[in-house]
C-alpha cells in the first residue's frame, strides 16, 4: 500500500472510529438510562412505601422527558469529553510524551546512547523528507517499547523506553525507529491521536463512577439519613462504574480492530526503509523471547494503540492492541524457528550494545562525498510514477544518503543547528544571498533588528553555507527545525517575517528561498499549533480549476523561463496527464507574480483527498520531466509544493552544474 492509500484509508478508518464511537455511546447512554429509571422508580416506592407496581419499562414510558433528557445530557457529555481531550492534545507529540514521563532528548545531547539515537532519527527524518521530530525517553519504562505522536510531521514526537535505548543494538534501534516513521508519515500517527479523544469519551462515565467511589470512602456516615445518602452515592458510583466497563469493552475492541492491521504494513515499511529484516525482527525477537514490552505508567492503556509492541497484559486475544509477536516476526522471517533462537540465546554470553556514536561529522569528508556520489543515480527521479511512489516512501538508498549527508555538515553548521540560537541564525544564514549586492542589504536589515554580535554570527556562518553544495542545503533546515521550534511562539512569528523580508529583499524569489520559506512556515504553524482551520470543503479537480491552472503553469515556467514554446509543452503535458481529454484547459499563461499566486493556489489544493493528492504531484512530476531532464530549480519547487500539500517527499538528487 502506497503512502496516499494509507492516507486513504485512515480518512476511512476515522469514519469508522466515528460509528463505533456512536455505537458505544448508544449501548452507554441505554445503560444509564436503566440506572437512573432504577434509582427513580425506587424512590417513588419508597415514598409509596410498597414494592414496584409496574416494570422499569413502563415506568420509563410514563417518565420519557426523563428518560429522553438523561439519554441526550449523557450523549452529549461524552461527545464533549472526547472533544476536550482531543483538544488538550493540540500541543502536539511532546505533550504525549511528557505526560508518559519522557524526558527530552536535545540535539546538542552528549551522552552516547542518546546521540545514537538522535543520530538514528535525524537520519530517517532527512531520507523522509520531513523535518526532524521530537525525541524522548521514557526513563522509567525497563520494557522494550516505543511511540510516535502527533497530529503532523510538524509537531511529530517519537519516543523510546530506557530499555529499547540500553538493550538494543543500532540496526535494531533503526528498525524500531524506522517503524514508528511509517505511523508519522502514512497518517496513523493522527489516527491514533484521534483514537485517544474518542476512548476518553467513551471511558469518561466509568472514570466519574469510579471517582464517586473514592470520594464515598473518606465520607464518615454521622446519623443514618447522612448514611442513607452515602449509600445512594455509592449505588451510583458502582452502577457507573460498571456501566465503565462498557465502555472499556468498546474502547479496547475499537484500539484492536483499527491497530493490527497497521502494525503489519508498519513492520513492512520498516523493511524497506532499512532493506534488513535483522533490525526490526531482531528487536521483535528481543521483545518476545528475551525482555518484555509492557509499560508500567498509568496512562499505558490509554496509549496502548500507539505502542511498537504491547504494552499492556490482556486476558483475551480479542483485546490485543497489536498482532502476537511471533506471528510479526514469522511474516518478516518465514524460516524463523523460536526454539532455535531460544538456544542460541541460552549460549550466547551476555552483551552490551555500547553506543559508538560520532558527536561531530565524519572525519573523512572525502570518503563520504564518493559514497553520496554513488547513491546520487540510485535516488534520481525521472518519471510521475516513481515519483507519486517515492511520497511517503523512503528507500535504503534514501537512508543510506541521509547518514552519509549528515556526515558531510560541517562541524560549526552542524553545533549552530543544534542549538536554540544558533538554529535561528543558520536558518537566516541559508537565506542570504550569494549575490554580494543583494547579501549587503539583507545584512544591512540584519542590522537594524539584531545585536552586532548576532550578525557577526550568521555571516560567519553564512562562510561556510556558501561553500556547501545545494543538497545539503535543506537537510541544514530540518536539522534547525528541532530546536527552533523550541522558541516561543513570538520568536517564530518574527523569524518568519524576517526570512521573508530577507528574500524579498531584491524584488525576486528564486526557488531554494521559496523552499526554505515554505517549508519552516509550514512545519512551524503546523508545530505551533498557529494553522488556521480549513476554508475550503469537498475541495475536487472540478472546483479548482483555476488554482490547477497557477500552478500547472509556475510549475512550467520555472522549468522553462526563457522559452514559451517548452514552457507550454510542459503545461499541456502535466494538465492533460491529469485530467485527460475531461477539462477544456485554458493555455499555459506567464504565472506573474508566482509566488504569491502559487501560495494562494496550494492554499486551496491542500484540502484535497490524498488519492487525488497523488494525481496531482505525479501530474506535476509529468510537467516537469516531459523533456527528460529535471534541473536544480523544478526539485526544489516540486519539494515545496509537496510540503505544503503535506506529502512528505524523500530528496531527489540531480547534477547542479547546470544552475546558477
Known amino acids: 500500500m502506497d503512502f496516499f492509500e494509507h492516507q486513504a484509508k485512515a480518512r476511512r478508518q476515522t469514519k469508522f472510529l466515528i460509528l463505533l464511537f456512536v455505537l458505544a455511546v448508544i449501548a452507554i447512554v441505554i445503560a444509564v438510562d436503566i440506572v437512573v429509571a432504577a434509582v427513580f422508580a425506587g424512590l417513588d416506592r419508597d415514598a409509596r412505601g410498597q414494592l414496584f407496581t409496574t416494570s422499569l419499562w413502563d415506568w420509563a414510558g410514563a417518565h420519557t422527558g426523563l428518560i429522553s433528557l438523561t439519554s441526550l445530557g449523557t450523549a452529549g457529555f461524552m461527545g464533549m469529553a472526547s472533544l476536550f481531550r482531543i483538544a488538550s492534545l493540540n500541543a502536539g507529540g511532546g505533550a504525549v510524551a511528557r505526560r508518559m514521563g519522557g524526558t527530552q532528548v536535545t540535539p546538542d545531547v552528549q551522552d552516547p546512547l542518546r546521540r545514537r539515537l538522535h543520530n538514528v532519527v535525524e537520519e530517517m527524518a532527512i531520507a523522509s523528507g520531513v523535518p526532524v521530530p521530537e525525541v524522548y525517553v521514557l526513563?522509567?519504562?525497563?520494557?522494550?517499547?516505543?511511540?510516535?505522536?502527533?497530529?503532523?510531521?510538524?509537531?511529530?514526537?517519537?519516543?523510546?523506553?530506557?530499555?529499547?535505548?540500553?538493550?538494543?543494538?543500532?540496526?535494531?534501534?533503526?528498525?524500531?525507529?524506522?517503524?514508528?516513521?511509517?505511523?508519522?508519515?502514512?497518517?496513523?500517527?493522527?489516527?491514533?491521536?484521534?483514537?485517544?479523544?474518542?476512548?476518553?469519551g467513551i471511558l469518561i462515565i466509568g472514570l466519574i463512577g469510579r471517582t464517586i467511589l473514592r470520594g464515598s470512602r473518606h465520607i464518615r456516615v454521622r446519623n443514618s439519613r447522612g448514611g442513607g445518602g452515602?449509600?445512594?452515592?455509592?449505588?451510583?458510583?458502582?452502577?457507573?462504574?460498571?456501566?465503565?466497563?462498557?465502555?472499556?469493552?468498546?474502547?479496547?475492541?475499537?484500539?484492536?480492530?483499527?491497530?493490527?492491521?497497521?502494525?503489519?504494513?508498519?513492520?513492512?515499511?520498516?523493511?524497506?526503509?532499512?532493506?534488513?529484516t535483522e533490525g526490526i525482527g531482531g528487536a521483535l525477537k528481543k521483545i518476545g523471547?528475551?525482555?518484555?514490552?509492557?509499560?508500567?505508567?498509568?496512562?499505558?492503556?490509554?496509549?496502548?494503540?500507539?505502542?511498537?509492541?504491547?504494552?499492556?497484559?490482556?486476558?483475551?486475544?480479542?483485546?490485543?492492541?497489536?498482532?502476537?509477536?511471533?506471528?510479526?516476526?514469522?511474516?518478516?522471517?518465514?524460516?524463523?524457528?523460536?526454539?532455535?533462537?531460544?538456544?542460541?540465546?541460552?549460549?550466547?554470553a551476555a552483551r552490551e550494545y555500547v553506543a559508538e556514536e560520532a558527536v561531530t561529522p565524519e572525519a573523512e569528508p572525502r570518503a563520504a562525498q564518493d559514497r553520496l556520489r554513488k547513491l546520487v543515480q540510485t535516488l534520481l527521479i525521472l518519471t510521475?510514477?516513481?515519483?507519486?511512489?517515492?511520497?511517503?516512501?523512503?528507500?535504503?538508498?534514501?537512508?543510506?544518503y541521509a547518514a552519509e549527508l549528515r556526515r558531510l555538515i560541517p562541524e560549526n553548521l552542524d553545533t549552530a543547528a543544534r542549538s536554540p540560537d544558533g538554529a535561528l541564525y543558520l536558518v537566516l544564514a541559508l537565506v542570504l544571498d550569494?549575490?554580494?549586492?543583494?547579501?549587503?542589504?539583507?545584512?544591512?536589515?540584519?542590522?537594524?533588528?539584531?545585536?552586532?554580535?548576532?550578525?557577526?554570527?550568521?555571516?560567519?556562518?553564512?562562510?561556510?553555507?556558501?561553500?556547501?553544495?545545494?543538497?545539503?542545503?535543506?537537510?541544514?533546515?530540518?536539522?534547525?527545525?528541532?530546536?527552533?521550534?523550541?522558541?516561543?511562539?513570538?520568536?517564530?512569528?518574527?523569524?518568519?517575517?524576517?526570512?521573508?523580508?530577507?528574500?524579498?529583499i531584491d524584488g525576486l524569489v528564486d526557488t531554494f528561498e521559496y523552499l526554505v520559506s515554505r517549508a519552516l512556515r509550514s512545519h512551524l504553524l503546523d508545530a505551533q499549533s498557529l494553522r488556521s482551520a480549513p476554508r475550503h470543503r469537498n475541495v475536487k479537480f472540478a472546483n479548482s480549476l483555476a488554482e490547477l491552472h497557477t500552478l500547472f503553469s509556475v510549475v512550467a515556467h520555472i522549468g522553462h523561463p526563457d522559452d514559451e514554446r517548452e514552457a507550454h509543452k510542459a503545461y499541456q503535458?502535466?494538465?492533460?496527464?491529469?485530467?485527460?481529454?475531461?477539462?477544456?484547459?485554458?493555455?499555459?499563461?506567464?504565472?506573474?507574480?508566482?509566488?504569491?499566486?502559487t501560495d494562494v493556489a496550494l492554499e486551496k489544493l491542500d484540502q484535497l483527498p490524498p488519492l487525488l493528492k497523488e494525481a496531482l504531484v505525479k501530474a506535476l512530476a509529468a510537467t516537469i520531466s516531459h523533456d527528460d531532464q529535471v534541473t536544480l530549480r523544478e526539485s526544489e519547487l516540486l519539494r515545496a509544493i509537496c510540503i505544503a500539500l503535506h506529502c512528505p517527499l524523500p530528496p531527489f538528487l540531480i547534477e547542479a552544474q547546470d544552475e546558477q
Do not use: C
Open 139 to 200: 526513563e522509567q519504562e525497563a520494557g522494550l517499547n516505543a511511540f510516535a505522536a502527533g497530529f503532523s510531521p510538524g509537531d511529530a514526537a517519537v519516543a523510546v523506553t530506557r530499555g529499547t535505548l540500553e538493550q538494543m543494538s543500532r540496526d535494531e534501534l533503526q528498525g524500531v525507529i524506522a517503524h514508528e516513521f511509517s505511523h508519522i508519515l502514512n497518517g496513523d500517527m493522527r489516527l491514533n491521536m484521534r483514537l485517544i479523544g474518542i476512548l476518553f
Open 230 to 276: 452515602v449509600a445512594v452515592a455509592l449505588g451510583i458510583g458502582a452502577a457507573l462504574a460498571v456501566i465503565g466497563y462498557i465502555g472499556l469493552f468498546f474502547g479496547r475492541l475499537i484500539k484492536a480492530g483499527v491497530s493490527r492491521q497497521r502494525e503489519y504494513l508498519a513492520d513492512a515499511s520498516a523493511v524497506q526503509f532499512t532493506r534488513q
Open 289 to 348: 523471547y528475551h525482555h518484555n514490552s509492557l509499560i508500567q505508567h498509568a496512562d499505558g492503556e490509554e496509549l496502548s494503540h500507539m505502542f511498537f509492541a504491547n504494552g499492556m497484559n490482556y486476558f483475551s486475544s480479542l483485546f490485543a492492541t497489536h498482532p502476537p509477536i511471533e506471528q510479526r516476526i514469522v511474516t518478516l522471517d518465514p524460516h524463523f524457528k523460536p526454539q532455535q533462537y531460544i538456544r542460541e540465546l541460552e549460549r550466547q
Open 384 to 400: 510521475p510514477e516513481l515519483v507519486g511512489n517515492s511520497v511517503g516512501n523512503p528507500s535504503e538508498a534514501h537512508v543510506q
Open 434 to 504: 550569494h549575490d554580494e549586492t543583494v547579501r549587503g542589504r539583507q545584512i544591512e536589515q540584519l542590522r537594524q533588528r539584531l545585536s552586532p554580535e548576532h550578525l557577526a554570527q550568521i555571516t560567519e556562518l553564512y562562510g561556510t553555507v556558501a561553500e556547501l553544495g545545494p543538497q545539503l542545503r535543506l537537510p541544514l533546515v530540518e536539522l534547525a527545525f528541532p530546536s527552533v521550534k523550541r522558541r516561543p511562539t513570538k520568536q517564530i512569528h518574527i523569524l518568519l517575517q524576517l526570512v521573508q523580508e530577507l528574500i524579498e
Open 573 to 597: 503535458r502535466g494538465v492533460h496527464a491529469l485530467l485527460p481529454g475531461t477539462v477544456d484547459w485554458p493555455g499555459y499563461a506567464h504565472p506573474g507574480r508566482w509566488v504569491a499566486n
